[in-house]
């Protein structure tokens, strides 16, 4: 499959749920898609469509007042995530929005990616190697994120170095769950 790394932003998103009048997080979409990703789940069509309406609690003509952006996000997001070039982003609001969002907006990514991969079909009886394992329990963590009385210059950095873990971690699960012989795959740091 072609790279599409540059064609899908977070406002492109966020635009889309705007336009649809549609409630819910983009972030989470996001993550959901690439939960169900890792989970093995690569196709989209009606299943897809199911997920995001009990994502964002609407009917199916709302989802699909999402027009091509849908098709498309799904697109972009197996591409990055499978692509072995570890380009892979969690879309999530630019340096422009305040860091409190921000960290609201990760939690919800997280929270996304890991209802992705219940909906793939994973549960908490598979068994998991110990990376898998402890990156799927800080995932869990992070999306249970709050919000900041004082930003800093230091919580900038710790916000970055928290979504660096947030991406090698879904490229390690992605790994691990569809069998990819990869270095990254080995050990999560």
């Known amino acids: 499959m072609p790279k599409e790394q540059t064609d899908m932003e977070f406002n492109d998103i966020a635009d889309a749920f705007l336009r649809a009048n549609l409630p819910g997080s983009p972030a989470e979409l996001h993550g959901l898609l690439c939960g169900r990703i890792s989970g093995g789940h690569h196709d989209g069509g009606e299943q897809l469509m199911t997920m995001v309406r009990q994502l964002l609690d609407v009917e199916t003509e709302r989802v699909?007042?999402?027009?091509?952006?849908?098709?498309?996000?799904?697109?972009?997001?197996?591409?990055?995530?499978?692509?072995?070039?570890?380009?892979?982003?969690?879309?999530?609001?630019?340096?422009?929005?305040?860091?409190?969002?921000?960290?609201?907006?990760?939690?919800?990514?997280?929270?996304?990616?890991?209802?992705?991969l219940g909906s793939a079909g994973l549960s908490g009886e598979d068994a998991l190697t110990g990376d898998i394992a402890d990156a799927l329990g800080d995932l869990a963590a992070i999306s249970q994120i709050g919000t900041l009385n004082e930003e800093s210059e230091e919580d900038e950095v710790s916000y970055t170095e928290l979504v660096e873990y947030v991406r090698v971690a879904v490229l390690l699960v992605y790994a691990e769950l569809n069998k990819v012989d990869d270095p990254l795959s080995r050990t999560l740091h």
């Open 64 to 116: 699909e007042d999402l027009g091509d952006v849908l098709p498309e996000l799904h697109r972009f997001s197996l591409g990055s995530i499978s692509s072995g070039t570890y380009e892979f982003q969690p879309l999530l609001p630019g340096d422009e929005v305040e860091l409190n969002q921000r960290l609201l907006s990760l939690g919800e990514w997280c929270q996304g990616f890991l209802f992705g």
